[in-house]
């Protein structure tokens, strides 16, 4: 990570491979989400000013990913909040590995996830509001549609002839999976997405 600050900066810090545009969700700055995987790792974030590694990367991070959140507000956020962030280590972390701005510098592919990874890799499904195990209806889980709507509006990104090497090769399998749904239900996890994404602040 010191390799790659020292032989990408300044430009590393401007680096928004998707375009993404969405201000950080004003949870992000106390934790109330009824989300609550988010809402435990921000918590605890905020108060012991660290989170593990996996909370990092695929709670907070995979969620502003998926939302399409500005990398400039998510590197504020991860270097704001937390003890250990150092901006050479932060900022190669936060801008590449977890939210995939530099196009594949630092990592091989996207880290997001739905919410089966998230109920695989921690505790908190049981005792959340939404339903890990729904995609579309009224308490589904939040990630479950986003990850799909993050996919499909990303695809020609991901595909380009010009993306990092390998990445089409990495991404096949979701869109494997994504192509072979009924149109409906790729039309429902969309709608459901863009519902989401509308009233992201109420979450
Ligand atoms: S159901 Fe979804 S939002 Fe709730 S804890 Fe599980 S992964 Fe997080």
């Not at 998230?118 to 986003?146: I, Q, W």
């Amino acid at each position: 990570m010191r390799g790659v600050y020292w032989a990408q900066m300044p430009r590393f810090a401007s680096l928004n491979f998707f375009g993404h545009e969405r201000p950080l969700p004003s949870w992000y700055w106390t934790g109330e989400t009824r989300m609550a995987c988010l809402r435990d790792a921000i918590k605890g974030s905020l108060t012991n000013a660290y989170a593990h590694h996996i909370q990092r990367l695929m709670v907070t991070g995979n969620f502003a990913l998926l939302a399409g959140v500005h990398p400039d507000e998510v590197d504020q956020w991860y270097l704001g909040i937390y003890i250990d962030a150092l901006e050479w280590v932060e900022i190669t972390n936060t801008r590449g590995m977890s939210q995939f701005a530099d196009g594949g510098i630092v990592g091989t592919k996207p880290y997001v996830s739905s919410g089966a990874y998230l109920n695989k890799m921690g505790h908190h499904c049981g005792s959340c509001y939404y339903k890990v195990s729904e995609r579309t209806g009224e308490r589904a889980c939040p990630f479950n549609s986003l990850y799909w709507h993050f996919l499909a509006r990303n695809r020609a990104r991901l595909e380009a002839p010009d993306a990092r090497p390998g990445l089409m090769a990495r991404m096949a399998m979701p869109f494997r999976i994504w192509d072979g749904m009924a149109s409906h239900a790729r039309e429902e996890l969309l709608t459901k997405g863009e519902e989401l994404l509308k009233r992201i602040e109420e979450l």
